[in-house]
């Protein structure tokens, strides 16, 4: 039953992190963004490997602020490496449909690929380097 609770809730905080910073960054990058803008072509390579960077460096940062997992157990911890960019990569997808709904822009990260993609990079950062 606790390794059932551990699985449950270090997927769901993995999970959480993984939001949060992607729409930090995405509220950062469109700040950052808009003023120099002046065309929607971008290049599909050069937004993926953006995203590595910038999931990586997430990463990296998330460590600064919790260095260490909410629970020990490896095996538990790796199923985060697999559920949490899908459910992410999903959300950044769904976030999409309903910016282009609504007739706002969109920006490189809300896309299933992106988010998915930074995700990734991020809970993988965090499983190899965390305590």
Same mark, same amino acid.
């Given at each position: 039953?606790?390794?059932?609770?551990? #699985?449950?809730?270090?997927? #769901?905080?993995? =999970? *959480?992190?993984?939001? $949060?910073?992607? &729409?930090?960054?995405?509220?950062?990058?469109?700040?950052? &963004?808009? @003023?120099?803008?002046?065309?929607?072509?971008?290049?599909?390579?050069?937004?993926?490997?953006?995203?590595?960077?910038? /999931?990586?460096?997430?990463? $990296?940062?998330? =460590?600064?602020?919790? @260095?260490?997992?909410? *629970?020990?157990?490896?095996? %538990?911890?790796?199923?985060?490496?697999?559920? $949490? @960019? =899908? *459910?992410?990569?999903?959300?950044?997808?769904? %976030?999409?449909? %309903?910016?282009?709904?609504? /007739?706002? @822009?969109?920006?490189?990260?809300?896309?299933?690929?992106?988010?998915?993609?930074?995700?990734?990079?991020?809970?993988? $950062?965090?499983?190899?380097?965390?305590?």
């Amino acid at each position: 039953m606790e390794a059932i609770f551990e #699985l449950v809730f270090g997927v #769901l905080w993995e =999970l *959480f992190a993984n939001l $949060v910073f992607q &729409v930090l960054i995405e509220l950062g990058m469109r700040s950052l &963004v808009e @003023p120099f803008r002046k065309c929607d072509r971008r290049h599909p390579i050069l937004a993926f490997i953006g995203s590595i960077l910038l /999931g990586s460096l997430a990463g $990296v940062a998330s =460590l600064w602020i919790f @260095p260490n997992h909410l *629970f020990q157990f490896k095996h %538990l911890q790796s199923y985060g490496l697999f559920f $949490v @960019p =899908l *459910f992410c990569g999903a959300t950044m997808a769904g %976030l999409r449909r %309903l910016r282009e709904s609504k /007739g706002q @822009p969109v920006f490189f990260m809300d896309s299933f690929a992106y988010g998915y993609t930074f995700a990734f990079f991020m809970t993988l $950062v965090r499983f190899y380097r965390a305590g």
